[in-house]
């Protein structure tokens, strides 16, 4: 369970999540929907990532399967530079003074998979795969509050940068487009607490099982099986099912255009509009495959896979 922790009110931790397990589009291809290319060499999840850095977020995890995880940390690697901390270019050494964001990936508990694995568990189980490793390490790692960036949709990242100081304080923050919020389903940014968790794992736990309760009173045990139709609902649940009593606040953004490309039909809506000619790649120095330097590595095994 998160939970608070007492530490250093000086520092503040901003874990970014990207879901991209748990929910499948119409396209149809062999590699994962949020691949799909929404600019030249740029892909729907390279700009959840992104966003996550503009942001300000101070680590970033991307909930995803094992059977995909590796295609999409050979796109992303193991980290991604910090946009405001990258253009100092007045300092008299510029790249000492950047900033890398690392990167982890969370993959989903077998015990789940086809049981309550929809995009909101995926939110819920990184969030808490988060504070649970964090924790383990150092209470002052522990984040305080989660950012939430969704590969499902197509907006401006750049638009977060003047908000960074209001994202990362203990106030509420989200974004809205056209009045709309991810209380109505959208698939927009917003941060979340320890106390917003727990209402969303209480949502996530009214789904149902294999058995019905119908009875349970007076065989202590469930015997009747659900139809299979009924059965574990929790992985059709939408967005607004989970996170509808998340406690938004005032700080906001109302987003100048957004688009879901979570089907067919609105990701060529996406590609025909003009708007798209504003999303593009950023350059390598920000965005491209790297790896950190392996640490406690034998020399000799380093010869080995040389030869």
């Known amino acids: 369970m998160i939970e608070y922790a007492e530490r250093n009110h000086n520092a503040f931790h901003l874990a970014g999540i990207v879901p991209v397990h748990g929910q499948e589009f119409d396209f149809g291809f062999d590699w994962h929907d949020t691949l799909m290319p929404i600019a030249p060499n740029y892909t729907a999840v390279e700009r959840a990532v992104v966003e996550c850095a503009y942001a300000g977020c101070d680590t970033i995890w991307i909930v995803a399967s094992d059977e995909m995880e590796p295609l999409i940390r050979h796109r992303i690697g193991d980290y991604v530079q910090d946009p405001v901390w990258l253009y100092r270019n007045f300092d008299k050494f510029p790249s000492n003074h950047r900033r890398p964001i690392p990167i982890y990936y969370v993959p989903i508990k077998p015990k789940d998979e086809g049981v309550r694995d929809c995009l909101s568990f995926s939110v819920v189980h990184g969030s808490l795969s988060v504070f649970k490793i964090s924790k383990n390490l150092s209470t002052w790692l522990t984040p305080n509050r989660y950012y939430v960036a969704f590969p ?141 330097n392996p640490i406690g590595r034998d020399v000799e095994k380093v010869l080995d896979e040389e030869d």
């Open 152 to 292: 499902q949709s197509v907006y401006d990242p750049k638009v977060l940068r003047p908000h960074r100081k209001k994202i990362s304080t203990k106030e509420p923050f989200h974004l809205s487009y056209g009045g709309k919020t991810v209380k109505d389903g959208e698939y927009l940014g917003f941060t979340f607490d320890a106390t917003d968790w727990l209402e969303f794992r209480r949502n996530i736990r009214k789904g149902t099982g294999q058995w019905s309760t119908e009875g349970v009173e007076e065989t202590i045990y469930p015997r009747i099986r659900l139809p299979i139709e009924e059965r574990f609902s929790g992985k059709h649940f939408s967005l607004e099912d989970v996170f509808k009593t998340v406690v938004l606040g005032k700080e906001s953004i109302e987003l100048p255009w957004y688009y879901p490309i979570d089907n067919w039909e609105s990701y060529c809506k996406f590609i025909g509009s003009k708007e798209r000619y504003e999303i593009e790649r950023p350059e390598k120095r920000m965005l491209n495959y790297r790896e950190f």
